[in-house]
């Protein structure tokens, strides 16, 4: 069972994340890591009439390629948690309806990725299930629409905004038999410091992201140095600066060791997505199609996945709230111990 050090549950039977998937679009087919994706359809409708439809295609697709590496079927998982930005969890609910499964719902918004693995992870340390999945999705058509404004509608972006990810990742976790292991999880609690532009997602979350990392380092006695790859998802150009400056005044120094998955999903000058990527879709790509596969191979010992979420609501903005944001982490190893 895990071992509890303050928010950091340490998962003593470390469970194995079986398999992976990754699905993108046009844009990610343009950027740095296209190669490491499992697909990428050039038509970003992915065949469906609307956004939604579109986005849960990408749920599917995701979670039918991982199913298939690891050579199982959707009876043979136990439950699967799941989520995404829009409102209900649409591309979840209707993307993964099909399934079977006993499907746990989750919202944590740029953050559900690693929300969703670590409950996967936790059910199979518990023994509640041999086999889980954790999966998300964005589309950026479909965010714009709810978050922001119709793509008819051509408005500016400004230097700080960033560009939800058209994409989904899906990993399976089962019993301790292969890397990446899950070693650790830290769950993030809610930090509001004012921010109001809902434009500037990255300054919103990085105090999120900032506290989780803390709290990690303090419930372990660990050090950043222990760490090939600290990997952010996703502060984008503002966030990823101002979350070096906050650990740095307390002594941890992340250079050389931090990524953003919003920097690395794009090149953020050729590309113009201004401050870089977002998305639900943008940590869950960047996990399964190149972080994880790097353990798998073990390129990369130990990395700490922590992605972050600005828990914005379109209504409350518009009310003049601000915006908190939350943070979880997840410890993934190429070795148990």
Same mark, same amino acid.
């Given at each position: ?9 340490? =998962?003593?039977?470390? !469970? ?8 993108? /679009? ?6 740095? @890591? ?5 697909? @990428? ?15 849960? &295609?990408?749920?599917?697709? +995701? ?7 690891? *050579? ?18 649409? %591309?979840?609910?209707?993307? @993964? ?5 006993? $499907? ?14 670590? =409950? ?10 041999? &086999? ?12 714009? #629409?709810?978050?922001?404004?119709? @793509?008819?509608?051509?408005?500016? #972006?400004? !230097? ?46 990085? !105090? ?15 050090? !950043?140095? #222990? ?11 503002? *966030? /990823? ?37 977002? *998305? ?6 960047? =996990? ?7 353990? &798998? ?7 700490? $996945?922590? +992605?972050?979420?600005?828990?914005? %609501? ?24």
């Amino acid at each position: 069972m895990a071992k509890r050090l303050g928010h950091t549950l340490i =998962l003593e039977n470390t !469970p194995s994340v079986l398999s992976f998937g990754a699905v993108g /679009s046009k844009k990610e087919s343009e950027g740095p @890591l296209a190669g490491y994706f499992d697909q @990428l359809c050039p038509d970003s409708t992915m065949g469906e009439q609307t956004w939604e439809k579109a986005e849960c &295609r990408l749920q599917k697709d +995701a979670i039918n390629i991982a199913l298939n590496k690891a *050579g199982l079927s959707p009876g043979e998982l136990q439950y699967i948690f799941a989520g995404d930005l829009l409102n209900q969890c649409t %591309s979840s609910t209707y993307g @993964l309806r099909d399934l079977g499964v006993p $499907f746990v719902g989750l919202y944590g918004a740029c953050s559900t990725m690693a929300e969703s693995l670590a =409950l996967a992870s936790l059910f199979v340390e518990g023994g509640f299930g041999e &086999r889980t999945a954790a999966i998300t999705s964005s589309h950026f058509c479909s965010a714009e #629409r709810q978050f922001r404004f119709p @793509l008819e509608y051509g408005g500016q #972006r400004t !230097p700080t905004s960033q560009w939800t990810v058209t994409g989904s990742g899906a990993a399976i976790v089962g019993q301790k038999s292969v890397p990446p292991y899950v070693r650790g999880v830290t769950i993030g609690t809610i930090k509001d410091m004012g921010i109001t532009d809902a434009n500037n997602m990255g300054a919103a979350m990085a !105090p999120a992201a900032a506290e989780t990392l803390k709290q990690f380092f303090r419930d372990t006695n660990m050090a !950043p140095d #222990r760490f090939q790859l600290i990997a952010t998802g996703d502060l984008g150009k503002v *966030g /990823s600066a101002l979350l070096l400056e906050l650990m740095e005044r307390e002594g941890w120094k992340l250079e050389g060791r931090h990524a953003d998955c919003g920097l690395l999903i794009y090149d953020a000058e050729k590309q113009q997505v201004e401050a870089g990527g977002s *998305g639900c879709g943008c940590s869950a790509a960047v =996990l399964c199609s190149y972080i994880l596969p790097a353990i &798998r191979r073990g390129e990369l010992k130990d990395v700490l $996945f922590m +992605a972050t979420g600005a828990l914005m %609501s379109t209504t409350a903005v518009q009310q003049g709230e601000s915006i908190p944001g939350i943070a979880h982490l997840v410890w993934l190893s190429n070795t148990e111990r």
